[in-house]
């Protein structure tokens, strides 16, 4: 699976973005979003299945960010409203492809991501 991510730049504080990820080849189970802020780890944010539709959250963002499809463009985004400047990262979208897991500790881990896009910086300043 090839994936492309876009759709960052700058916003103020409360600010809103949306970024996408276009995925291209083989079938996968579905997309998770990840974040690595300057000097920190990689943490996960959000994920979706494209079995059922079902979507997860990390705690930072539930309530803010709203990840979706669009099947007939094989593209997810991540629809991110009243940003904070801690949600300043690059922004990767990651692909789980050959084996599917309805487990949060699963779902979260970067080890379970067979497939990686290159990031898009969000940068939350004023």
């Known amino acids: 699976v090839q994936l492309q991510a876009s759709g960052g730049g700058l916003v103020q504080p409360g600010g809103s973005l949306r970024l996408s990820c276009a995925a291209s080849?083989?079938?996968?189970?579905?997309i998770g979003w990840f974040r690595q802020a300057p000097g920190k780890e990689r943490e996960w944010v959000s994920c979706?299945?494209?079995?059922?539709?079902?979507?997860y959250y990390s705690d930072s963002v539930k309530g803010r960010f709203t990840i979706s499809r669009d099947n007939a463009k094989n593209t997810m985004y991540l629809q991110m409203n009243s940003l904070r400047p801690e949600d300043t990262a690059v922004y990767y979208c990651?692909?789980?492809?050959?084996?599917?897991?309805?487990?949060?500790?699963?779902?979260?881990?970067?080890?379970?991501?067979?497939?990686w896009g290159q990031g898009t910086l969000v940068t939350v300043s004023s």
């Open positions: 990651a692909a789980i492809v050959y084996y599917w897991r309805d487990d949060d500790d699963y779902i979260k881990s970067r080890t379970s991501y067979d497939s």
């Open positions: 080849g083989f079938s996968y189970y579905g």
């Open positions: 979706i299945s494209t079995t059922d539709g079902r979507t």
